[in-house]
């Protein structure tokens, strides 16, 4: 028996020594990726190479079939895989087997504050990718919420350069552990989508690297990003989609990346500049990228024959395109010619839950006046449920990262499912919005048209209410134009469709009342004091209406944190007041560094809810922080200890948060930035002890003129947070 084996083993080694040997080097997996590139470039013709750096249709571009190197199929969207799309339409195809499970927006994600939660979201969307059989998901997005009514704020991870950076690695390698690649977006300074297309961003250095550049630089450096996405706006003039210093100077130049620069949709608009600025594929609709082409469309894109015309005539060298071509390689050999990467799954019950556990760490509780929440099922025995948005289909619709979803769990329906036969759910409309439209050739499915006044929507809701234990009031803002979706921004800080009329009729009508706001953007709330209950619940995706009633009931202990300010008007956010939002094709960020609450704590204005803001449960007391030193270096690394205890009576978990304060610094600062955090779960008594630790990174600011951070010498304050306005404690200490 032993030598049969030892026979085999002989076997096996022969056969793969031989099939090395016979195997080109470009497909040999045992030889080092780089020289696999060179031996596939070699072998290539300058047809096949200018063919790669181009779509060959709407989400897909060529491979070389004669080499064996496969297509790149590219797939939206951050929070889920978009339906299959026909060849060259944006209307779905009509398949049978695409319909996915749709994760929560990407701002609940960020309101997790976790870490693990993030590479959760990046293992389950990346295996759903796998499966479909997509080699680049065109997601995260990273972009700062600069203003409150951006559109695609709900895409993104919040108003603080540290908390994105942080969220966004973790997402990356889960995604490309299954041999996807995460493309992160949109590279850079697209922080609104009025003018999107068009709109040149001036901003000063400064305040590019401290606030617009770290999460792409975290997600290039630590997540080790194999694509990024370009915007669709300018910077100095030139398209982000091939910008000389966003992606040859900084990109690749001082961050080192090597991965794969994709355009956005239609968003390369130069030749030349496509040529020579960065850009490795060229990726639109017809041939401008947005208009109806032409047919053969694909062959008047900018790096298509008019690419090749100039490579053949000599007046671009070969290098030129073997340099895009060398990163698209990379993307093929880290992903579709990755003979071990995983097969991902699709559509799973595991993925199903793996959403619901990211929604109930992302549901921020903002109030919870007299303890109205948790609902206490032993004493309530009439729920009213109130509002358009306990039953409005959420995961259509947005834009580009509109889904197919296999279900999606109502808030309506998942209030029904936890408490239905413990207590009976009445709803009523409260208010109607405009109907919204299907996206893609996808219908929500759901007729809620409503023809009633909204005398009679409130007069109804009021009824109800009045006869109820406790009332629930789902509103929100929703995935129509002008509300949360790409193309537009909202043109107000206020709840649509007259909600805040309802609310404040609701609350007159019954104590109990709590509001739950879908949104993925701050809104106003003039009835903020006669409300107590307020719930911040993202788009929550397929298991919405579960996770809802988890926490509304206390099956799970809300421990989320604002990823942005809620200012109270929108003169008091700094795109606003001195911003220069939206511009008129230009737009200068003259409020600099000053976004979120940087802004609101330089101005001294106290936010309806602040960054970093949320509650519990349960309640939890912080000791004094002590520092490991009183003075470091730039050499050294500082750690901050604070003990937090459990002192309610259920488990919870809380969040601590790091925010440094340079003293005196030559420069004008922000009051205090966030430069650690830690989520941290506790029994009811149980005390921890958490460690913040931070280097020199945390005391810099960026040095335009050096162009590079600078730590001045002097003395510094750690303040440790539950909130970034709920400073539990600090220590002095020093850098010399
Ligand atoms: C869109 C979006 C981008 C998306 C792409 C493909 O215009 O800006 O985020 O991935 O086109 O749909």
């Known amino acids: 028996m032993k030598l049969k084996i030892i026979m085999l083993a002989v076997m096996c080694i022969g056969v793969m020594h031989l099939s090395a040997q016979q195997l080109p080097v470009y497909l040999d997996e045992t030889k080092p990726i780089e020289q696999r590139i060179e031996d596939a470039l070699s072998r290539m013709t300058l047809e096949e190479k200018v063919a790669m750096c181009h779509a060959q249709s709407k989400f897909s571009s060529a491979g070389v079939s004669r080499l064996g190197i496969p297509e790149n199929w590219m797939t939206d969207g951050p929070h889920g895989i978009r339906a299959e799309v026909f060849w060259d339409e944006w209307n779905q195809a009509g398949w049978t087997n695409d319909s996915c499970i749709a994760f929560p927006a990407l701002t609940c994600l960020a309101a997790t504050w976790s870490t693990d939660m993030s590479l959760l979201y990046g293992k389950v969307i990346g295996e759903e990718a796998r499966y479909r059989n997509k080699n680049v998901l065109l997601g995260p997005g990273v972009n700062i919420y600069r203003t409150p009514l951006n559109g695609r704020n709900f895409e993104y991870m919040g108003e603080d350069p540290f908390l994105t950076s942080k969220m966004v690695v973790p997402y ?177 019950q595991e993925h199903a839950l793996a959403g619901r556990k990211i929604a109930e760490e992302g549901i921020v509780l903002l109030q919870n006046k007299n303890n109205v929440l948790p609902i206490d099922l032993a004493e309530v025995k009439k729920v009213a449920v109130i509002g358009e948005n306990a039953i409005k289909v959420m995961t259509v619709g947005g834009g580009s990262s509109s889904l197919k979803a296999k279900y999606e769990v109502s808030p309506l329906e998942g209030i029904k499912n936890r408490i239905g036969s413990q207590a009976e759910v009445i709803y009523a409309r409260g208010y109607a919005g405009e109907k919204s439209g299907a996206q893609d050739g996808l219908g929500t499915g759901q007729d809620i048209s409503d023809n009633r006044s909204e005398a009679e929507l409130i007069v109804e809701a009021v009824k109800v209410a009045k006869e109820a234990d406790v009332v629930i009031f789902v509103g929100g803002l929703n995935k129509n134009d002008g509300q949360d979706c790409e193309g537009n921004d909202r043109s107000s800080l206020g709840l649509p469709y007259g909600q805040d009329k309802v609310i404040a009729e609701l609350a007159k009508a019954n104590k109990n009342l709590v509001v739950v706001n879908i949104s993925g953007n701050a809104v106003a709330m003039p009835w903020v004091n006669e409300v107590p209950a307020i719930m911040q619940v993202w788009y929550l995706g397929t298991e919405a209406g579960n996770a809802i009633a988890s926490i509304l009931v206390g099956d799970a202990n809300p421990s989320g944190k604002l990823p942005f300010t809620f200012p109270v008007k929108l003169e008091d956010n700094g795109a606003h007041k001195l911003g220069e ?122 040095d335009a003129d050096k162009h590079d951070w600078v730590a001045e010498s002097g003395d510094f304050e750690a303040l440790i947070g539950a909130s970034s306005s709920d400073i539990k404690a600090k220590t002095g200490f020093s850098l010399r």
Request: hydrophobic content about 35%; proline content about 2%; aromatic content about 12%.
């Open 581 to 702: 939002y939206p511009g008129n094709g230009e737009e200068t960020y003259n409020e600099g560094i000053f976004v979120g609450y940087r802004w609101t704590e330089k101005e001294k204005i106290k936010p309806l809810f602040a960054f970093g803001h949320g509650l519990s449960y349960t309640t939890f007391s912080y000791g004094k922080v002590v520092a490991d030193k009183k003075e470091m270096t730039v050499s050294d690394k500082i750690s901050f200890t604070v003990n937090i205890k459990n002192t309610g009576n259920r488990e919870g978990s809380e969040i601590v948060q790091l925010y440094i304060s340079d003293l005196k610094s030559s420069v004008v600062r922000p009051v205090k930035e966030l430069k650690g955090f830690q989520k941290v779960s506790l029994k009811p008594g149980e005390e921890k002890a958490v460690t913040i630790i931070i280097d020199k990174a945390a005391l810099s600011f960026f």
């Open 172 to 348: 990356i390698h889960g995604v490309q552990a299954n041999g996807v690649a995460a493309c992160v977006k949109h590279f850079a300074l697209n922080n609104q989508e009025i003018d999107r297309h068009t709109v040149n961003v001036n901003v000063d250095d400064r305040t590019l690297y401290e606030i617009y550049l770290p999460a792409f630089k975290a997600a290039v450096q630590e997540g080790q990003a194999w694509a990024i996405m370009g915007a669709y706006n300018k910077y100095k003039g030139e398209w982000a989609c091939h910008n000389q210093y966003l992606l040859n100077d900084i990109l690749r130049g001082e961050w080192g990346f090597d991965g794969v620069v994709v355009s956005d949709w239609g968003g390369v608009n130069n030749t030349m500049q496509s040529i020579y600025n960065g850009l490795d594929m060229e990726f639109g609709t017809w041939t401008d990228g947005l208009t109806d082409g032409i047919s053969n469309a694909y062959d008047n894109y900018y790096l298509s024959k008019s690419f090749l015309k100039l490579l053949k005539s000599g007046e671009v060298k070969e290098e030129v395109v073997d340099k895009k071509v060398r990163n698209i390689l990379r993307l093929a050999f880290r992903s579709t010619m990755n003979t071990k990467r995983p097969w991902g799954s699709f559509g799973t």
